[in-house]
T-cell receptor
Framework: GNSVTQMEGPVTLSEEAFLTINCTYT??????LFWYVQYPGEGLQLLLK?????DKGSNKGFEATYRKETTSFHLEKGSVQVSDSAVYFC????????????FGTGTRLLVSP | DGGITQSPKYLFRKEGQNVTLSCEQN?????MYWYRQDPGQGLRLIYY???????QKGDIAEGYSVSREKKESFPLTVTSAQKNPTAFYLC????????????FGDGTRLSIL
């Protein structure tokens, strides 16, 4: 079946540090991949997406590259800010007809000044 | 602006009482979803609907019911059969196509009195 595995949190960084949050997936075929972000007390917001192998999604300084050979979609940012503190969810959507999104369990990021 | 509106933001339920959470979208999306989020956990799918007057159970449908009488609306009823209803409930919508991202509301936090 389809599944997404994220690194356990929390990830604690100082401001301006480099961020990597690992995400690997298991899926049949060629899924689309997403990163969502959830700020405290709010719903999820789409951060970026990639729909085919070697695509790079980017938004607000965050990037992730769809790596089919390693079935990974790691989230990176070169210099984090305190305002980036949130929970980040990796998700996949199978590209065969209507399918439900499959979410990872989320990774909490805490950035200190 | 288009979006998803969930109400109320906070809801309290007495023992043995049914409560209904509202979800309205003006994005003209065909598909709508309800998720439950517990502290420190990922999202679990309760129900989803691909078109009006049709819906399917998700992974944790017991103790919940939904209706989809209009494209814009997908209310969730938490019944007295749901023994542990305290959680954060998120509504989402998407275009029908499987690789489209889901758009989320800001959530409703349900607590037991």
């Amino acid at each position: 079946g389809n599944s997404v595995t994220q690194m356990e949190g929390p990830v604690t960084l100082s401001e301006e540090a480099f961020l990597t949050i690992n995400c690997t997936y298991t899926a049949t075929g060629y899924p689309s991949l997403f990163w969502y972000v959830q700020y405290p007390g709010e719903g999820l917001q789409l951060l970026l997406k990639a729909t085919k192998a070697d695509d790079k999604g980017s938004n607000k300084g965050f990037e992730a590259t769809y790596r089919k050979e390693t079935t990974s979609f790691h989230l990176e940012k070169g210099s984090v800010q305190v305002s980036d503190s949130a929970v980040y969810f990796c998700a996949l959507s199978p590209n065969t007809g209507f399918q439900k999104l499959v979410f990872g369990t989320g990774t909490r990021l805490l950035v200190s000044p | 602006d288009g979006g998803i509106t969930q109400s109320p933001k906070y809801l309290f339920r007495k023992e043995g009482q049914n409560v209904t959470l509202s979800c309205e979208q003006n994005l003209n999306h065909d598909a709508m979803y309800w998720y439950r989020q517990d502290p420190g956990q990922g999202l679990r799918l309760i129900y989803y609907s691909q078109i009006v007057n049709d819906f399917q159970k998700g992974d944790i449908a017991e103790g919940y019911s939904v209706s989809r009488e209009k494209k814009e609306s997908f209310p969730l009823t938490v019944t007295s059969a749901q023994k542990n209803p305290t959680a954060f409930y998120l509504c989402a919508s998407s275009l029908y196509s499987g690789n489209q991202p889901q758009h989320f509301g800001d959530g409703t936090r349900l607590s037991i009195l």
